[in-house]
């Protein structure tokens, strides 16, 4: 475990290949340039274990709560997202990319769904926790949600048989290890607290605070000096790198809610306080040959912004890869082999 921002920045000035997982667990580690992690390539150094308890079998819902202030244009990239999961779309497609979440099983047989919809949504505008956040905080705005009603918007339910919780923060806050440790990490609500035990993630704008952190490869990680050539920095396809940045830490979340929703399902380690799920061993990887700071073979939209699938409504999007348990590597849609 490397929290130190200091090392961090050493890391981020002095070596700026290879990608290094900061932090690991129900986290998303933010990507910097170091060292191992890269797995586009197998490796029998994973050891990636189902331990006994659920995934996502049945259809999920997608709750999403809009905290703090929101770019329309922004939200509509998202939302677009989440409808891309289930719905037909040009190969390589956003559907073609969940299909290897959907290889893994329970201890019935039975696999992840295939059925992910947007089931309704909350707008937080008013910052009801304020504008700097615990990880606890979380459960406290998931259950604000689901008991008030908001500018004639009913409440959420709480759907604790298939209700997956997504709070999503606007660039203007400030979440616990966010841009230190993590780009965004998935849990599960407490009763005590939320009325009932939902999954849910947490996954934060970071075009204000850590783009190059948190949004690579929409952002260049040194900050201040333009990055150099070849340095694999590409524009965002929906035209925003906060927004674009956010929607590859959605959906490594996703992944990993759903192959691992109670945190005692699809993990290697020996730590479920620390586990490594699918998303986090594929970390920068979103096309073939990745590794060293380079985002693997893509495709580049008429405007040149980089992107390796396909969405709904012509979306694009750069989306990273997960762990794929048949192949034993990191997989995406958009592979070339
Ligand atoms: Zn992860």
Redesign the pocket.
């Known amino acids: 475990m490397m929290k130190n921002q200091i090392l961090l920045a050493l890391v981020l000035y002095t070596s700026l290949f290879h990608f290094l997982e900061i932090s690991?667990?129900?986290?998303?580690?933010i990507y910097s340039f170091n060292q191992q992690k890269n797995h586009e390539g197998s490796s029998n150094l994973i050891d990636l274990k189902y331990h006994l308890g659920p995934v996502l079998t049945s259809p999920i819902n997608i709750y999403i709560i809009w905290y703090g202030k929101w770019d329309p244009n922004h939200q509509s990239t998202i939302r677009d997202f989440i409808s891309s999961i289930s719905s037909p779309a040009p190969s390589p497609s956003v559907a073609d990319w969940w299909r290897t979440v959907t290889l893994y099983t329970d201890q019935t047989g039975s696999n992840v769904t295939r059925n992910v919809a947007l089931s309704g949504q909350f707008s937080d505008r008013a910052y009801s926790h304020g504008k700097s956040l615990t990880r606890l905080s979380m459960q406290s705005i998931i259950k604000n949600a689901v008991i008030s009603s908001s500018s004639g918007r009913p409440a959420l339910p709480l759907n604790y048989s298939n209700g997956l919780y997504l709070v999503l923060t606007s660039p203007d806050v400030q979440v616990q290890d966010f841009c230190r440790a993590v780009c965004?990490?998935?849990y599960f609500t407490y009763a005590s607290v939320a009325g009932a035990t939902v999954p849910y993630a947490w996954i934060g704008n970071s075009g204000a605070q850590c783009p190059g952190m948190c949004a690579y490869p929409f952002a260049w990680p040194g900050g201040g000096p333009p990055p150099p050539t070849g340095s694999g920095v590409m524009g965002p396809p929906n035209g925003d790198p906060g927004t674009d940045g956010m929607i590859s830490v959605i959906a490594?979340?996703l992944a990993?809610v759903a192959t691992n929703p109670l945190i005692n399902a699809w993990y290697a380690g020996d730590d479920p306080l620390a586990p490594?799920?699918?998303?986090?061993f594929c970390?920068g990887v979103y096309g073939s040959g990745a590794g060293g700071g380079y985002a693997g073979a893509v495709g580049k939209d008429s405007k040149g912004n980089g992107f390796n699938l396909n969405g709904v409504k012509v979306r694009k999007y750069l989306v990273q890869w997960v762990w794929d348990p048949v192949r034993g590597r990191c997989f995406g849609p958009n592979a070339l082999d």
């Open positions: 690991s667990g129900q986290n998303h580690p965004g990490f998935h490594h979340e990993e490594n799920e699918i998303g986090d970390l």
